[in-house]
């Protein structure tokens, strides 16, 4: 069974940074294309960023570029996420995804398999 647990969110002043992090478990981690999408209140779940399964390729929405890496450590099964100058439209619940195995890369949600619980990001102004 797929296990995604991520961690590191918080509460945090505007203009701040965080590091969220995900550990994946039931899974041929560097089988699998990861993403981190996110969901606000009362709207859909949307793409942040993505990264192909040995980090050569990285995606980003338009509205994190220069802000917001992704990366992993295969070795740890891990994802991250460094979050820079942080705003309040980023307070959101943020998730980790893992794609279909052998697949590459994509901004699109339906083509991520499995979802962490998530972890709640707060940006106070």
């Known amino acids: 069974q797929v296990q995604l647990v991520e961690s590191g969110g918080g509460l945090v002043q505007a203009g701040g940074s965080l590091r969220l992090a995900c550990v994946a478990s039931?899974?041929?981690?560097?089988?699998?294309?990861m993403g981190w999408f996110r969901q606000a209140p009362g709207k859909e779940r949307e793409f942040v960023a993505g990264i192909s399964r040995f980090g050569s390729t990285t995606l980003y929405d338009d509205s994190v570029k220069g802000r917001f890496t992704i990366s992993r450590d295969n070795t740890k099964n891990a994802l991250y996420l460094q979050i820079e100058s942080l705003k309040p439209e980023d307070t959101a619940v943020y998730y980790c995804?893992?794609?279909?195995?052998?697949?590459?890369?994509?901004?699109?949600?339906?083509?991520?398999?499995?979802w962490g619980q998530g972890t709640q990001v707060t940006v106070s102004s």
């Open positions: 995804a893992a794609g279909r195995s052998f697949q590459v890369v994509s901004k699109d949600r339906s083509d991520f398999a499995s």
């Open positions: 039931g899974l041929s981690f560097s089988h699998h294309p």
